[in-house]
């Protein structure tokens, strides 16, 4: 698929909001619908080496919060052209953007989308219909492993992942439960190779259970790094986007999927 078949997607993502059918579709996942929406409009900021060198993070310090502005910048309006309704969450939130995928939302005021952003935000994911109502979209973006600080890659958000690299940049965009499969491989590698001595799932589990005791005063709040070769190694991605460039910054390989 090359970037002049971008507008296929539009009919697609039309087509689905002109139903009038009152019955869920359970056939088809509509925030992924729409998240490659979203995604195939943001990767059309990214067309040069030079874009992908802007959002390259500098050593310093507060360096990390503006590289996240830059490569955000694009969102709203891309959200906005695409008529959703959405609101963006604090740093430490579980997930970036919160977008209503509901054609019976007319605003973010709406009772049921302030409801559902409740619900992601208390982490009650089992009360939000996360396939037909609600897009939960996080955007990260790392030269090396991936960060997820203070959380875990939860399975019902999609990701969308930015590596600039020296000679190549990548966009891709990710389903939950892969990036978390990723992650899970990671611990069993070390599991496996004695370097850790408990499972992902069993720390998890324990983590839980001890702030469950300790309360809010003293909650543990772990960070987690996955890299992309682990999430690739047992999945393939919804959407990604590769370019590459020589030494004289020419454009040598542009694909998107």
């Known amino acids: 698929m090359n970037l002049s078949q971008l507008e296929l997607f539009s009919p697609i993502l039309q087509d689905h909001k002109d139903t009038t059918s009152t019955k869920v579709d359970t056939t088809i996942d509509k925030t992924k619908v729409v998240a490659k929406e979203i995604f195939y409009r943001y990767v059309e900021c990214f067309q040069s080496p030079q874009n992908f060198f802007d959002i390259k993070t500098k050593r310093g310090k507060g360096n990390t919060q503006e590289t996240e502005t830059k490569y955000k910048k694009y969102v709203p309006s891309i959200l906005d052209g695409m008529n959703l309704h959405w609101k963006e969450a604090t740093s430490q939130d579980k997930c970036d953007y919160r977008i209503s995928v509901n054609d019976s939302v007319s605003s973010v005021d709406d009772e049921n989308f302030i409801k559902e952003r409740t619900c992601i935000y208390k982490s009650e994911y089992e009360e939000v219909d996360l396939k037909n109502s609600l897009l939960g979209l996080e955007f990260k973006k790392s030269g090396g492993a991936f960060c997820f600080n203070d959380t875990i890659p939860h399975e019902d958000i999609l990701y969308i992942m930015i590596r600039p690299l020296q000679k190549s940049g990548s966009i891709t965009l990710w389903d939950g439960k892969d990036v978390f499969n990723g992650l899970r491989k990671k611990w069993q590698d070390n599991y496996n190779s004695g370097r850790s001595k408990i499972l992902l799932d069993e720390y998890l589990y324990r983590v839980d259970e001890l702030n469950d005791l300790a309360g809010a005063s003293a909650r543990n709040r772990p960070n987690h790094t996955v890299s ?26 542009k694909t998107i999927t």
């Not at 992309?228 to 590459?244: E, F, H, T, V, W």
């Open 228 to 253: 992309n070769k682990q999430i690739r190694s047992g999945a393939s991605p919804l959407a990604d986007y590769l370019l590459k460039w020589d030494s004289n910054y020419n454009i040598t390989e």
